[in-house]
């Protein structure tokens, strides 16, 4: 089963930017498929931005410009940067990978953006 550690949320001001990342384990991590999701309160998870596992990126709309994913497969991490923050953007968000066998989720950060 491979296991997702996500860190880099917390509290930040309307404009401002953080840096999400996702480190996974498993020895074939540039196979995965691998996205960021966020799910704000009384909301569905909704997917922000992802990989697929033939590599192509999409990004939801309402980041798009704002927000830039990659990979780094050497060290199994998959990241979101998350500029030109908005109060709207405020959610938990969960970094996802997916094979078509399984697929796995980590516990999730915090955003918070708020002035």
């Known amino acids: 089963q491979v296991q997702l550690v996500e860190s880099g949320g917390g509290l930040v001001q309307p404009g401002g930017s953080l840096r999400l990342s996702c480190a996974a384990s498993?020895?074939?991590?540039?196979?995965?498929?691998m996205g960021w999701y966020r799910q704000a309160p009384g909301k569905q998870r909704e997917l922000v931005a992802g990989?697929?596992?033939?590599?192509?990126?999409n990004y939801a709309d309402s980041v798009k410009g704002r927000f830039t994913i990659s990979r780094d497969n050497a060290k199994n991490t998959v990241y979101l940067q998350m500029n030109s923050l908005k109060p709207e953007d405020t959610a938990v968000y969960y970094c996802?990978?997916?094979?078509?066998?399984?697929?796995?989720w980590g516990q999730g950060t915090q955003v918070t953006v708020s002035s």
């Open positions: 990989f697929s596992s033939g590599g192509s990126v």
């Open positions: 996802n990978a997916n094979t078509i066998a399984w697929s796995a």
């Open positions: 498993g020895s074939i991590f540039r196979r995965y498929a």
